[in-house]
């Protein structure tokens, strides 16, 4: 029969370990000449240091076995989606360089016409190197821009694609499903994107190098440069014809104080008519009070009963109208907001479309004078590429001081938009506030929008969610959401089952996400 093994006590062991660590530590103490006080304050700090430290690592196992038994003994970075992860990188990457982005399609390459300009009016062999090294290093930043850009729309594409799938109806397959395919037009657009910017830099280069192709590398990034700008103002024009559509069929709607006119007229007799029953009731238990019968007290008794049931009748009457005219008021807010963001976009769409289309002029003059060198050598080039520039520049100038402004409100503000029935966050400072606004990275997530698609869906959500809205409001507010293009249509789903979503609390922030992107688009 084998001996039997005494274990070593893992209590024993930690307790000589620690004795072993103190004697080192009060040698190195000693050896320092600390004082007793100092010496006490280290040991206190090192005994806790070891205690959390401990505590921490036990945590971790146990909540590593933990999950490993909940995912079947997988890893929990085996769960991870590195795929999302690398996105939000690329696309912090991308917003990063935006920036950098702008300054150089604003002024760097317009200065660079000028120059250009100059240089081949002078024949200044000087001024054209240093012309096409800036250039150069203009057209590498355009490019780096747009393949992060580009990575990251066909990634997000991709993603939704899946989510589209996942939710083949209702609010979440529409907006997956229409992100989807704007995220892949973006993608290739992109791609032609930074096709032609890889040509604008072959055709800087073959002037720095004063190669002998160097006319036939311009004429390529010409060509490229009007090639995609013609793309993306057609887009921009796409995307006015759908603003406007979607503006024409809001404004068909009506007002709501001329549409929701009878059906306040109808609640007004109501009220006026229980505050008549309410003054007749009371006129009868005056008139009982003053009997001097047999039985009075039951009649005054009856009559009391009557007269309050007559008022309860009249109060409720008298709350419907004021919340029917306050839904009015909503309504009407809501539909202008709606009206405003499609206006909105048909200006920025207009501003956008229009300078990258005369970019793509610039791109023809560049093509025709290949003979030269430079964005084009001739007045007409640059002052196009000028303008182009200025416009697309303008563009992008209002929407980062839009998002600013709109950060900043966010929490400098924060009771402004906030949800009704919650309570607000703390107010940041003005300078807590300005940091946050030039996070430009950030999207906003508590704002005017959000607080407008939330009115919405408390206007037409179900009689589950919204019982206090009448039914006239309700079919308004539908139909608000039919001119939004988020309609049984949208949503592959018949009227009653579309109109069942709208009743289910489950799906309230789905709709509300969805309510708040159709405000956007167009």
Known sequence: MSTPIHRTSTRQSAAVLTSARRREEGSRTRSTSARPTERALLEMQSRAGNRAT???????????????????????????????????????????????????????????????????????????????????????????????????????????????????????????????KTKGVDTVVGAAGSGSYSAAIAKEVTKIQKAADAAVASEASGIAGASVGTVKGIRSAFRIGRAARKYQQIKELGDPHLVQAGALARLNESREQADWAAAEAYVALDSYWKHEGPGRLELVSEAIDAAWEAMAEARDAGETLQRAENDVEKLSKVQQYAKKKQLTK????????????????????????????????????????????????????????????????????????????????????RTESLKHALKFWKKVSKGERQAMAREIYALAAGPDISGHTTAEMRESARSLLIALKSGPAQHKLEPDAWAETLNDPAKTSGWIAEIAEQLASG
Do not use: C
């Open 54 to 180: 401990t505590a921490m690592v036990q945590r971790a196992r146990d909540a590593e076995r933990g999950n490993a038994a909940a995912n079947g003994g997988a890893s929990p970075q085996a769960k991870k989606n590195y795929r999302d992860r690398i996105a939000a990188l690329l696309d912090r990457f991308k917003k990063n360089l935006e920036p950098i982005d702008t300054f150089v399609k604003g002024f760097q390459t317009p200065t660079n016409a000028a120059f250009t300009q100059q240089a081949a009016v002078a024949a200044n062999e000087s001024l054209k190197h240093s012309t096409a090294a800036s250039g150069t290093s203009a057209a590498s930043g355009n490019l780096l821009t747009e393949a992060a850009g580009t990575v990251v729309n066909g990634m997000d594409a991709y993603k939704n694609m899946k989510d589209a799938k996942k939710h083949e109806t209702g609010a979440d397959h529409h907006r997956a499903n229409k992100k989807a």
């Open 346 to 429: 048909i200006g920025k769409e207009a501003a956008g479309g229009g300078g990258e289309s005369v970019k793509a002029a610039a791109g023809v003059v560049t093509a025709v004078a290949a003979g030269t060198v430079g964005l084009a050598s001739n007045p007409v080039g640059w002052g196009l590429a000028g303008a182009g520039a200025g416009l697309v520049l303008g563009v992008t100038l209002y929407k980062a001081l839009r998002a600013a402004t709109k950060r900043y409100e966010e929490v400098h503000h924060p009771e402004r938009w906030a949800p009704q029935g919650e309570t607000p966050a703390e107010a940041a400072s």
